[in-house]
Nanobody, 122 residues
Framework: QVELVESGGRLVQAGDSLRLACATS????????LGWFRQAPGKEREFVAA???????SYADSVKGRFTISRDNAKNTVYLQMNSLKPEDTAVYYC????????????????WGQGTQVTVSS
């Protein structure tokens, strides 16, 4: 079992930066691929970024160049640094984990956090 707890979401203005964190506990953190997804009101949950335990990365086109995912295996934590935020980035952001390789598909992830709200005002 893997437990995930997100933090860092809040109300910001367009152009601001924000860093989300996802603390994990449970099974061996370093063997899991970790992803960030987001869900805006009335929309499907969508992929944002993911990272494997050896640092292989993947980003959605909508955030490429603005968001950076990283992980600290010693702290069992994954981060999402978000720069140049836009109103369309407003969503609940979820951290997710899966054993093995990277994936951009929501259904491939076995464990999910409760989410943290990010609101970007114009």
């Amino acid at each position: 079992q893997v437990e995930l707890v997100e933090s860092g979401g809040r109300l910001v203005q367009a152009g601001d930066s924000l860093r989300l964190a996802c603390a994990t506990s449970g099974r061996t953190f370093s063997t899991y691929a970790l992803g960030w997804f987001r869900q805006a009101p009335g929309k499907e949950r969508e992929f944002v970024a993911a990272i494997t335990w050896i640092g292989v990365l993947s980003y959605a086109d909508s955030v490429k160049g603005r968001f950076t995912i990283s992980r600290d295996n010693a702290k069992n934590t994954v981060y999402l640094q978000m720069n140049s935020l836009k109103p369309e980035d407003t969503a609940v952001y979820y951290c997710a984990a899966r054993l093995g390789s990277i994936s951009t598909t929501r259904n491939d992830y076995n464990y999910w956090g409760q989410g943290t709200q990010v609101t970007v005002s114009s």
